[in-house]
């Protein structure tokens, strides 16, 4: 059966994107503006386009759904993903913006200039962690389209992937903030709406109150993660954040340092409120759907629980404004994501020319389409929680220390980077090809980022140490570039 | 009223005599250019040193503080079960810490860090720019 207004919700948020999209096309003239916007984005527009790419199927699925599937351990993940926000603006921001690059292996290049080796194995990071990051965006988009809709699931990755290529093809960076921060409020609003009505038509009922005495009983039921995973979850969610390549673009469109601060605070507080909504609706989904945390559909909560509370009409509208807000999820993030890899790719093979942006594009979302649809889905956020702990023992490391610490040599950043990925990529193969064991290894092998991303560090430091002498000439110059604050104009 | 009389205990009355205290600002003109392509002085270098110092032990000591609430926050809910037993609304105390309670705190963080950043940057421009 095909959910009709589900259905037209979905077309509308498509059309909507790439309307902004083509708006943004009239403005949008050099490579610079296609990269960056040409640097000239406000921090409120900003904060919210920054808001409105990190909050991604994870978040607007995969939380409610974790919290279902897992209880109390599905609040960590929210927390980490705000926190890591936190943990971006102390260390990288403003240093960051400053550098004056554009993707992250732009700022290998211009932190050690003479290291070819370092940039390009940046750039294969880069790309591996956004296919990664693209792969469970797809998973949502069609289990999304499955369950709302009823339409066969492959179709809602091959929507997402070509409102994503037409949306950036088109506009590059400058449309796509327009489109990023409109989601934003979309995604928001789209949660808002069906919390609302849902606590209205469910504070005063009387089974409500029978429901919440047993709620006691059944959130402590749950099994969630134990002391080290959930620690893990934590480090890999707080240094994953830093290094993320879509993230991290976004800064780049800020006029200055402090400009990039100031929206890495109001980001803060948009995340947070946000967070609020899936958490509830996922507490609201232990009482009511609680059938959903045994079955592999955990994540679908979101959509299915405003039919399961309200009937007729209004559970089916307010079914299709979800449905709305997580295409919303899927089609930001992964334009997002789809920038900074067709970024990456152009550079690295086509020399940096909009032509080669837009064939890195199609080459950008053709790929993932293809993984997601022949791969099945695991939990949303905690796939997503994977990725995070593969870029915190990454590329977090090669940033920190790049930006922090003067002795930091080119050979030691590949050797910890090298490092953390096999230690981190490793260990996530195995432990999904092993059967679960519960076992302090496995524990440790499924969430790897306690032990690898100080490993990542370690490797870092001692092989920098080894290598001193090879510290560039220029380093001093590149420090005081990176953190001597910038004058207020806008370069 | 003790200044006015002559028999003023000493340091008040050299108080009195000492010029009125200039301070001393460079112009905001936007013609200076501040040194930041090529610190050539080592004087530069080293308020250059000193900023990167500072920033650090802000960021780590933010940082830190954020590790320890939050690795504190969940070895006691794995130690102290007892916590389970509040509960507003009949939603224990801990989902209401983590759902809720956090945040805030994350926001505040965010906000101190930003301000205490800028200030040290302020003082690095007012030291420099000679």
Redo the contacts between chains.
Sequence with gaps: MINLLSALALVVVCVTTMLIAFHGLRLSRTTSDFYVASRTVRPWWNASAIGGEYLSAASFLGVAGLIVLSG?SG??FP?GY??G???L???VA?PLRRSQAYTIPDFAQIRFEESKSLRKITTYLVVVICWLYIVPQMHGAALTLSIATGLPGWLGPVIVAAVVCITVVSGGMRSVTFVQAFQYWFKLAALVIPTIFLLIQVIPEQSSTAR??S??TQ??AVAGL??YE??SI?LAL?FGTLGLPHVLVRFYTNPTG?AA??T??IV??LL?VF??LP?TLG?LGLLYTPQLGGSAESDATVLLLPSAVLDGFLGDALTAIVVGGAFAAFLSTTSGLVVSLAGALSQEFFAGTVRGFRISTVLATALPVFIAVVTSSLALAGAIGNVFAFTASTICPLLLLGI?WRSLTARGAIAGMLAGAIACGLSLIVSSLLSEVDALWFHMLRQPAAWSVPLAFVVMIAVSRATARSIPSNT??I???L?????D?VF | MKRDSPEAPLPGRFAEQRPQRVRVQAPQD?SLT?A????EHTAQ?FY?QQ??RS??RL?CA??AG??TM??GI??L??FWPAV?EF?L????L??WI???G???L??V???L??GA??RN??R??SISRD
């Design positions: 109390q609040l960590w927390i705000t926190a926000y936190l943990m603006l102390l260390f403003a919440l005495e709620i006691a959130l402590e134990n002391l959930t620690i934590i707080l402090q601060r100031s890495t605070v803060l507080g947070s967070y609020l958490t507490v922090w001093d110059r420090m005081a570039r953190h001597v604050p910038d004058r104009s | 936007a501040i930041t392509a090529k610190p270098e250059v900023l990167i920033q650090l960021a933010v940082a954020l590790l939050l690795v969940s070895a809910l794995a389970y509960a609304w009949h939603i224990p801990p989902w983590l759902g809720v956090i945040y805030p994350i926001i963080a965010g906000m860090f930003n950043a800028a940057e302020k690095y421009r």
